[in-house]
């Protein structure tokens, strides 16, 4: 039995509002943020779990470089953000439901690739210091 989730690519891309960054592209998105003045880090915030980092911030404030995959909230189900690009074939509403109930936290982060599901309400400011505690963690 295929458990897997089923996601189709969404006709129109969402506006991005955050910015995915996996495996060896995290310390890349580090480095390109550490250029950045405080006063622009602290328009932005991030969320780290296992093997991913999250920057949350307006779409013009958050990095852009190769390899780097791009969130949104998504618009049935603003709670539940998705890729901008994908979003799963089952109705948003009953994932967003489904979510909420199993990580007992909003919003979250459901992800692809590796299937995750990240909660985005303890997102801390970023700064020099956060930047230099997660180049030592990834």
């Given at each position: 039995m295929?458990?897997?989730m089923q996601w189709a690519e969404r006709e129109l891309a969402l506006e991005p509002a955050g910015a995915v960054a996996q495996g060896s592209i995290i310390s890349q998105v580090l480095?390109?943020?550490?250029l950045r003045d405080?006063?622009?880090?602290?328009?932005?915030?991030v969320v780290s779990g296992s093997g991913i980092l999250v920057i949350l911030g307006r779409t013009e404030q958050l990095?852009?470089?190769?390899?780097l995959r791009y969130c949104a909230p998504a618009p049935e189900a603003?709670?539940?953000?998705?890729p901008t690009w994908l979003q799963p074939e089952l109705a948003l509403d009953l994932m967003q439901s489904a979510c909420s109930r199993r990580a007992r936290r909003t919003p979250l982060l459901l992800w692809?690739?590796?299937?995750?599901?990240?909660?985005?309400?303890?997102?801390?400011?970023?700064s020099y210091a956060a930047i230099d505690w997660l180049s030592g963690v990834h």
């Open positions: 295929n458990t897997q480095q390109l943020l550490r405080e006063e622009q880090l602290g328009k932005l915030s990095p852009w470089t190769d390899g603003p709670s539940l953000w998705l692809h690739s590796p299937d995750l599901l990240l909660p985005l309400n303890q997102a801390s400011s970023l």
